[in-house]
């Protein structure tokens, strides 16, 4: 089974509006991490915004939050305001506390795309 | 900002021949890591790396590849006698300790084409 679920590999917002990226998880660790990385088309990987399963609330980071819904198992990323720079790939990812190192499991992305 | 340094940034090799991917971690940072990513697909897990020695690896990470921490600064990923399928983007990654809230940083990539 895929830890990460990405169901979007694509969306298009309009410049200024607000737009939602879907992402779900399945882990059975009680405690874990939630990131969302951005990529854009130079390829490298550009760190937004972690959640942490026992955070009380959601994370914000500028233009950028992240809807947390643990019993959903759910760790949707809204940028607020979209930017012409804001179109890229934006990945999920998951570190559990029961991988040995930490790693990082990734879903398969989002291609964003901003509309003037 | 501090940062993880790849190089090269992008190598064409021909089928058979040996690669060295080098990274320089952030110097406080404890635990360094190698992904991949095939063109147009999700990135994977290769490596970890913790002490000099690895702590985990995934099923990719075969007896083609190995890494190794020369000098107390650089990592690096050798692949041997590279395959078609080894075209992808390698990713170096480094953080400070475990704690689950601690950002995994990664350098930029290094693009690996084999022809």
């Known amino acids: 089974a895929q830890k990460i679920t990405q169901t979007q590999p694509g969306m298009f917002v309009q410049e200024k509006e607000a737009v939602t990226l879907d992402c779900t998880y399945d882990t059975s660790d009680p405690s874990y991490g939630l990131f969302w990385y951005k990529q854009p088309s130079s390829g490298e990987m550009i760190f937004l915004i972690y959640q942490g399963s026992y955070d009380q609330q959601n994370a914000t980071e500028g233009r950028y939050s992240l809807n947390f819904q643990k019993a959903r198992k759910s760790a949707n990323l809204v940028i607020s305001a979209s930017q012409l720079g804001d179109s890229a790939m934006y990945f999920c990812?998951?570190?559990?506390?029961?991988?040995?190192?930490?790693?990082?499991?990734f879903g398969k992305g989002t291609k964003l795309s901003v509309i003037p | 900002e501090p940062e993880v340094t790849q190089t090269p940034s992008h190598q064409v090799t021909q089928m058979g021949q040996e690669v060295i991917l080098r990274c320089v971690p952030i110097s406080n940072h404890l635990y360094f890591y190698w992904y991949r990513q095939i063109l147009g697909q999700k990135v994977e897990f290769l490596v970890s790396f913790y002490n000099n020695e690895i702590s985990e690896k995934s099923e990719i990470f075969d007896d083609q590849f190995s890494v190794e921490r020369p000098d107390g600064s650089n990592f690096t990923l050798k692949i041997r006698s590279t395959k078609l399928e080894d075209s992808a983007m390698y990713f170096c990654?480094?953080?400070?300790?475990?704690?689950?809230?601690?950002?995994?940083?990664f350098g930029e990539g290094s693009w690996l084409t084999v022809v």
């Open positions: 990812a998951m570190r559990e506390s029961g991988a040995g190192s930490y790693q990082l499991t």
């Open positions: 990654a480094s953080i400070e300790d475990r704690a689950l809230y601690n950002t995994i940083y």
